[in-house]
């Protein structure tokens, strides 16, 4: 992805200090910024290097000041901000000439100073906690010049900012070109191939971090450099010149999966739904969230729900991994995330999420284990999982019973064969936004999407034992989801609005009622595979989802019109959870509303066509914010600013599985016209 003619200058600079780039390296780590190179959040830098893979991440490498000095003149290549007025400072701005980004490991900035053209290309890589930055000058340079690079080592956990009280790492030069650097536990290396280190620690001061600034987090810094590194460039010379600059995290593990992550994207060969220069595009930007967890003493495959700053949650890896993983061809990846997960189940629960220190899992989710049973469904469309993977097939069995007879956080099926959950302070259903004490969106009882997956599960279940030759079973366990499917349409279809109820509350013991809310939950009931509701019914929920929550970046997370309704996902951490699903607009529902309108018959041409539209709307949205990704969320009011982490896998994943459900609808619609 190029961006050659996007020169910035003094009247767009915002406009490139908004967009960010992300690299990765299969570890959980990664480099992240601003279009202009530098950091524009404590997240960000050139390499976080995840410690315990995909956890216990640390800033590493902040950035490096580059300064070229000729003739008593220095031209600086950076453009940080500092200070309460966010300045932009240096000015290296004006040198920049253009960037390419090549997913998933590297990209380039070209800059025109002292007669020359340097190139300095950042490239994570792949298996290893470390960032080779490469510098290439070319042309001929009138003067002798010196290229000045001083690095820039925090050493501090990704989410924090370096206190002022922190005593400064130690450095030790223990070679020409080789440097060591420790601060407590934490220990790195920086190498070099050309120059000479000059020690002479110092602090650059103020670093202004504007995301953190807006998310009302605290957002200055004083980060710290151990010296500098001098190359001299001789002048008259027409060969291109070279530097390379290796930093690296080396303690407390020195951890090397760079064949088996080279070997893991060489089989797959990057392929994704069409076969063509988009899909490969966004088979490479997929594999951004595919990292590496060990698992007692093996590495298994697991997916990063959001960078910068999500691990390997259960919910979003279930959601994202047929998008991300089956779509993308990478089918024993998939299968190896679905065990990672199978492994850690606890009472029918697989983790909501791994914790981000090694902690033990958590496991506050009713959704995740189900979504599991839906991932299982969709890699038995590719493989035999009974003879293949049977341990899935017994995890899908104990996620059932273990439903049925009731487990942790309240979570059991009902005397009329529902699923209810949680209490008033759970937050167990992915709409889980909940600080200082406040749950934003209380959905304890029935929840809509939970009873269809609950649905969809057996039906999974069902189809298992069939290909396993257990065909008693399978009538049995498909009777089972008729059952559920005529208790669903009796207890969540709201007449008088055309569609379902979200949640059904208890008021009284056994009595419950339908929550009057019109939210996006209800189209899993038309989007996953079953009869769960009639053809009418399903059409009516695909109209109203799309006359009351569509939006050209996903769906609305409430009705516009409903008095709780939040338009913008703005202010502290405080005011966004509480924006966080009541309004705000969500791409990875596009995912389950484009299935819906490609299962529903008889929908408005117009519903149709829109689909496709939609999902334009997210393919140009990989060429801003943050490139070659798609956000978490969006405001629910136009003109729908982007928000949440910038590079979601969800997101991703629902426009990888969209539009192989469009290709394969156009596919079927040119065999019938023949």
């Not at 298994?300 to 890896?317: E, K, V």
């Not at 024993?332 to 909501?352: K, S």
Request: hydrophobic share 40%.
């Amino acid at each position: 992805m190029r961006d050659a003619d996007l020169v910035p200058d003094e009247s767009d600079l915002n406009q490139h200090l908004d967009a960010l780039w992300l690299l990765t390296n299969g570890l959980g780590g990664y480099a992240l910024g601003t279009a202009l190179g530098g950091p524009r959040s404590r997240y960000h830098g050139w390499l976080v290097a995840a410690s315990n893979p995909p956890v216990e991440r640390h800033l590493v490498l902040h950035s490096i000041i580059e300064m070229v000095e000729t003739a008593g003149r220095t031209q600086p290549l950076n453009t940080m901000e500092f200070g309460e007025a966010q300045t932009a400072h240096p000015d290296g701005w004006r040198r920049m000439r253009d960037r390419t980004i090549e997913l998933p490991h590297t990209a380039r900035w070209r800059y025109d100073v002292a007669g020359c053209t340097i190139t300095r290309e950042l490239h994570l890589i792949a298996g290893r906690n470390a960032v080779r930055i490469r510098y290439e000058i070319r042309g001929m340079l009138a003067q002798p010049t010196t290229l000045h690079l001083r690095p820039l080592i925090p050493l501090r956990d990704f989410h924090a900012l370096t206190d002022p009280g922190w005593p400064d790492p130690s450095c030790e030069q223990q070679a020409d070109r080789l440097v060591r650097i420790h601060r407590d536990k934490l220990g790195a290396t920086i190498r070099f191939s050309r120059g000479t280190w000059r020690a002479s620690p110092d602090h650059w001061r103020n670093f202004a971090y504007a995301l953190d600034r807006e998310r009302g987090q605290d957002w200055t810094e004083d980060v710290w450099s151990p010296g500098v590194i001098e190359v001299e460039l001789p002048p008259a010379s027409d060969q291109p010149q070279n530097v390379e600059v290796v930093v690296e995290l080396t303690e407390p593990n020195l951890v090397d999966l760079s064949d088996t992550i080279r070997k893991a994207n060489e089989s797959t060969g990057r392929a994704g739904p069409g076969h063509d220069q988009t899909s490969t595009a966004l088979a490479r930007a997929a594999e951004q969230f595919i990292v590496r967890r060990r698992v007692d003493d093996r590495w298994s495959t697991t997916l990063i729900a959001g960078y910068p700053w999500f691990a390997d949650w259960g919910r979003d890896t279930m959601i994202a991994l047929p998008g991300l993983l089956l779509e993308t061809g990478r089918i024993e990846e998939g299968a190896e995330a679905l065990r990672t997960f199978a492994m850690h189940r606890r009472r029918g629960l697989i983790p909501n999420r791994f914790d981000d220190y090694n902690g033990p899992p958590h496991y506050n989710t009713v959704d995740a284990s189900l979504w599991f049973c839906h991932a299982v469904g969709r890699l038995s469309e590719l493989v035999d999982v009974p003879r293949e993977q049977p341990e899935l097939v017994e995890a899908c069995r104990d996620i059932l019973a273990h439903y049925e007879r009731g487990t942790d956080f309240n979570i059991r099926m009902d005397h009329d064969g529902l699923i209810a959950a949680g209490n008033a302070e759970t937050q167990l259903t992915w709409m889980d936004a909940q600080r200082d004490g406040v749950t934003f969106t209380p959905r304890h009882g029935k929840a809509v999407e939970i009873n269809a997956l609950w649905h969809r599960a057996w039906l999974v279940v069902a189809e298992l034992m069939q290909q396993a030759g257990n065909h008693d079973e399978s009538h049995a366990d498909r009777n089972r989801a008729g059952a559920i499917a005529d208790r669903f349409r009796k207890s969540f279809w709201w007449d008088a609005a055309g569609c379902c109820h979200d949640v059904l509350v208890e008021r009284d013991a056994g009595t419950w009622v339908g929550d009057e809310t019109i939210r996006p939950n209800q189209i899993f009931a038309a989007s996953l595979t079953g009869s769960l509701l009639g053809e009418g019914q399903r059409r009516r929920i695909v109209q109203v989802v799309a006359q009351r929550l569509l939006t050209p970046f996903g769906l609305r997370t409430l009705d516009p019109h409903h008095p709780d309704y939040r338009g913008q996902f703005r202010g502290s951490l405080f005011d966004r959870d509480a924006a966080y699903h009541q309004g705000t607009v969500w791409p990875w529902l596009i995912g389950p509303y484009v299935e819906a309108v490609c299962r529903t018959p008889g929908l408005d041409p117009t519903i149709v066509d829109g689909a496709r539209v939609l999902l334009d709307a997210l393919m140009s949205e990989l060429d801003r914010g943050c490139f070659g990704q798609i956000a978490e969320v969006y405001d629910g009011d136009a003109p729908h600013h982007r928000g949440g982490c910038c590079a979601q896998a969800w997101s991703l994943a629902a426009l990888l599985q969209g539009r192989r459900l469009l290709l394969d609808r156009a596919a079927v619609a040119k065999v019938s016209d023949q």
